[in-house]
Each structure stands twice: as structure tokens, then as C-alpha cells.
């Protein structure tokens, strides 16, 4: 397609085409990772998978249909001679390969509920049931978008003679439908999570996480507003328009909050992480130990005595710290052996006004 019109919009849809899927993928191999790790890969981590996979698809087909109608293109741009037939045929496949994408994510989420040890039996049965009812009403949207005409291929090819089914009716039903189920799946996680025994810091995270799912549902509105103007407006320069790409961000948007709850090991590991190094800026600022390396208290016999130094001599620092002459050269094999935080689980010092504190490692 050379000589092709291009424009700063159409590159800017082409860009979110790319991103968001990458940006899903990365999230989602971060959530198998962790599963990995601690051994307990389920059913809910297969359907994130299917999605992500639909999800990648979904950007490559609305590439092309971007290409193909010239989507983000002025119309008056849009050479007189340009054939829309083969673009109405990816717009099929990108509504075939869209309309899954949302409810295995959904689904993903509902098996991640009933992994959940301590919710009641009654709430056990509404998350089946959602889910029963989640796959009925992608079974039945699915089998629509394929057969809303007769025969098929008069869905892009309109040489073809056929009948199709009122689309405008067929997209906001669906999307109305989508946007209830998803105020549901929101609702169910806050509803156990408030009554699971868990830490909080824990809880906290994943109810955070889940109130994102608020956003996925307002970009399945804005969604549903723009197939909806898709229908009924009818200026030559409707396609001039990112409205297209709003489904590809809800897609990756639902994919990241499902996947976040997962996350949790890693984001306790990080925040243990974090809170040991800041606690060891902190004694090294405090203490000034920063170049004194790891030993065990059994290897430093002087090591509970702030009197005795390494040559078997008794003395004190001005400062009080366990630090005779022959430690306080940082070169010397001593000041390279010994660590104030690894020492003892109790060290006794001595500070300027004689008064006796204790630092305890925290460890």
C-alpha cells in the first residue's frame, strides 16, 4: 500500500495498538512468574493466558483495520479509488476475536475468588453463578457477532445477498450487558474481602487492586458511547477518530487488574526489601557503619565487653562504639570482619553522658 495517507492520529492509535499489549504481557509474565515461584498455578492463570493471547490478536487485526479503513485519516485524504472490502472483513475478525477477550478475563477472576479459603457458601454460590452466567452470555454474544448475517460473508462483501440482524442493537446489548457484569465482578471481591481474615496490608492491596476495575468499567462505557456515535453519526469525517482503539485499552486494562491480586508475594517481597535497606541507611547513618562488613558474634570474643578491644587491651571511643585504634582504619582486617547489625541480637553501648542504651538488631 504504497503512497498510503498517513497522519499523526493514525500513528498515535497505532501506538496504543502496540502498547498495551506489551504492557499486558509484561504483567502477566510477572503474575506467572510469582506462581511459579510459590508453586500454585491455577485455572485462573490459563484464562488471563487465553486473554493476553486474544489480546496480542486483537492489536494486529486493529492495526490492519486502521490501515484498511484509514482510521485517523481526514476522508478527503483517502484516495477515491481505495477499496473498504477487505478492512470490513478484519472489522469481522476484530469483533470475533474482541467479543471472548472480556469474559475470560471476568472468568479469571471468579476462579481467583473461589481459590480464596473463608468465604461463606452463600457467596461461594453467587461467584458460581456469576460465572455460569458470564459463559452463557459469551457462548450467545460470540455465536451473534459470527451469524448476525446470512450468510456470513455478507458481513464485508456487499455484492453478497443476504440479511443481517439489526447490528446497532446487537452492539449496545452487549455492551450494556458487559458493562452489568462488571459491576458485579467489581462488587463480589470488596464484599469478601471485607469479611476474610487477612493482614491488612494484604487486604488493603487487593481491594486497591479491584477498585481499578471501576476504571475498566468507565472505558466500557466511554466504549460503548463510541460504538454507539459509530452508528448514528454520519459526518464525512467520523473515522478521524481514536474511538476505535478504546476497545484494545479495555482489554489491556481488565487484564492488568485481574493479574495485580496475583502480584501481592512479589509486592511484599519488594516492600521488605525496601524497609530492610531503609533501616540499614538508617543505622549506617546513625552508627557509621556502612564500611564494616558481616561477622558472627562467636568469631569476636570481645564482642559484649565495650571495654575489650581486638589486642585483648580495655578501652572505650568517645562515642562508645565498639571500635578500638586498630578498627577505626577501614583498611584494617578487623574494620573489613565486623558488622554492628549482624553482631549480636543485643549490643551494649555506652553514649557522651555515660548512660547506658541498648541497640537490639531487628534482623
Known amino acids: 500500500m504504497a503512497g498510503e495517507p498517513k497522519s499523526w492520529l493514525q500513528d498515535l492509535g497505532i501506538a496504543i495498538e502496540v502498547f498495551c499489549p506489551v504492557f499486558a504481557l509484561v504483567v502477566v509474565i510477572l503474575r506467572l512468574y510469582i506462581r511459579f515461584d510459590t508453586k500454585s498455578l491455577g485455572w485462573d492463570d490459563a484464562l488471563i493466558c487465553a486473554a493476553l493471547a486474544l489480546t496480542i490478536g486483537l492489536g494486529v487485526g486493529s492495526i490492519i483495520c486502521m490501515k484498511e479503513l484509514f482510521i485517523g485519516i481526514h476522508y478527503w485524504e483517502i484516495p477515491p479509488s481505495a477499496d473498504l472490502g477487505n478492512g470490513m472483513l478484519w472489522i469481522f475478525i476484530v469483533g470475533v476475536i474482541y ?62 445477498p443476504g440479511q443481517c440482524i439489526d447490528k446497532f442493537a446487537l452492539a449496545i446489548t452487549s455492551g450494556t450487558l458487559t458493562v452489568l457484569t462488571d459491576i458485579v465482578i467489581i462488587g463480589l471481591p470488596f464484599y469478601i474481602f471485607l469479611g476474610l481474615k487477612m493482614g491488612k496490608k494484604k487486604k488493603s492491596w487487593l481491594m486497591g487492586v479491584f477498585a481499578l476495575g471501576i476504571i475498566v468499567t468507565a472505558v466500557s462505557i ?28 479495555e482489554c489491556c486494562l481488565a487484564i492488568t487488574t485481574a493479574s495485580a491480586p496475583a502480584l501481592w508475594p512479589l509486592v511484599r517481597r519488594w516492600l521488605s526489601h525496601h524497609k530492610s535497606t531503609r533501616n540499614e541507611v538508617y543505622y549506617n547513618r546513625e552508627y557509621n557503619t556502612s564500611h564494616l562488613s558481616r561477622v558472627r558474634a562467636s568469631d569476636c570474643p570481645f564482642i559484649g565487653d565495650s571495654s575489650v578491644k581486638p589486642d585483648g587491651r580495655r578501652a572505650h571511643t568517645d562515642e562508645g562504639l565498639l571500635i578500638g585504634p586498630s578498627m577505626q582504619d577501614p ?26 542504651k541498648t541497640i537490639v538488631d531487628d534482623g
Open 222 to 249: 466511554v466504549r460503548l458511547y463510541f460504538v454507539a456515535l459509530s452508528f448514528v453519526n454520519v459526518t464525512p469525517d467520523k473515522n478521524f477518530s481514536l474511538g476505535f482503539c478504546v476497545s484494545q485499552i
Open 99 to 160: 467479543s471472548p477477550i472480556l469474559a475470560l478475563t471476568k472468568q479469571s477472576i471468579l476462579v481467583f475468588l473461589l481459590r480464596l479459603s473463608g468465604i461463606r457458601n452463600i457467596v461461594r454460590n453467587v461467584v458460581w453463578f456469576t460465572a455460569i452466567f458470564n459463559i452463557s452470555l459469551t457462548i450467545a454474544t460470540f455465536l451473534a457477532i459470527i451469524f448476525q448475517c446470512t450468510p456470513v460473508e455478507a458481513f464485508w462483501n456487499t455484492s453478497v
Open 331 to 356: 583498611d584494617d582486617e578487623w574494620t573489613k570482619s565486623i558488622s554492628l547489625f549482624h553482631i549480636a541480637n543485643s549490643v551494649t553501648t555506652t553514649d557522651g553522658d555515660s548512660r547506658q
